[in-house]
């Protein structure tokens, strides 16, 4: 069965570095590999995906995620963190018909 | 597009009393989800809809749930009777054929 793993519970960064958000995955086949943000009390936000192609990839919000076969991973980054980037992220994959997703990841950005 | 509508968004309620969670998906999407979050156990996928069919309901919790979509462009979930532990955030999500979904905004039930 596919799964992804988001083996931080939580990550705390300085506003205006870089940040970097885990997820590692175990599928059968090639992943197709999702992010999403949600944000207090809201419902959860597609970011980006990687299907197939480039190995970096581009979403919403200035982040970005890089697809990297060989550690099997996904991380999601985004070169300079804001405040209102605070919010709990969901990693996912793609499985037959439905989406598996992680545990999620709470991001603290601090002043 | 107005997105994925569910209503209502706080939901108070008492034991034993009967529960309708309802949401309309984004017109033109085949498939929808319904999902439940709490602290403790997280994001959970309860069932899901292809086409108006359920596909795979082994994520509902007990025979107390119940859910239903009888056209393209509504679906209820249905707690019957409800418990304190059903409190919880509900969503529903809809998607044209597979990958990205696109989340509603939620009902907060809360059973007292």
């Known amino acids: 069965a596919q799964s992804v793993a988001q083996p931080e519970d939580q990550v705390k960064v300085a506003e205006g570095n870089p940040l970097t958000v885990k997820c590692t995955y175990s599928v059968s086949g090639n992943p197709y590999l999702f992010w999403y943000v949600q944000y207090p009390n809201r419902g959860l936000q597609f970011l980006l995906k990687?299907?197939?192609?480039?190995?970096l990839v581009k979403g919403s919000y200035g982040f970005e995620a890089e697809f990297n076969k060989s550690q099997t991973s996904f991380h999601l980054k985004k070169p300079s963190a804001l405040v209102s980037d605070s919010a709990l992220y969901f990693c996912?994959?793609?499985?037959?018909?439905?989406?598996?997703f992680g545990t999620g990841t709470r991001l603290q950005v601090f002043p | 597009d107005a997105g994925v509508i569910q209503s209502p968004r706080h939901e108070v309620t008492e034991m034993g009393q009967e529960v309708t969670l309802r949401c309309k998906p984004i017109?033109?999407?085949?498939?929808l989800f319904w999902y439940r979050q709490t602290m403790m156990r997280g994001l959970e996928l309860l069932i899901y809809f292809n086409n108006n069919v359920p596909i795979d309901d082994s994520g509902m919790p007990e025979d107390r749930f119940s859910a239903k979509m009888p056209n393209a462009s509504f679906s209820t979930l249905k707690i019957q009777p409800s418990e304190p532990r059903d409190s919880a955030v509900y969503f529903c999500?809809?998607?044209?054929?597979?990958?990205?979904?696109?989340f509603g905004p939620g009902t907060r039930l809360t059973v007292t």
């Open positions: 999500a809809s998607s044209y054929r597979f990958y990205e979904q696109y």
């Open positions: 017109s033109g999407h085949n498939s």
């Open positions: 996912a994959v793609w499985d037959t018909d439905k989406l598996i």
């Open positions: 990687y299907i197939t192609g480039d190995n």
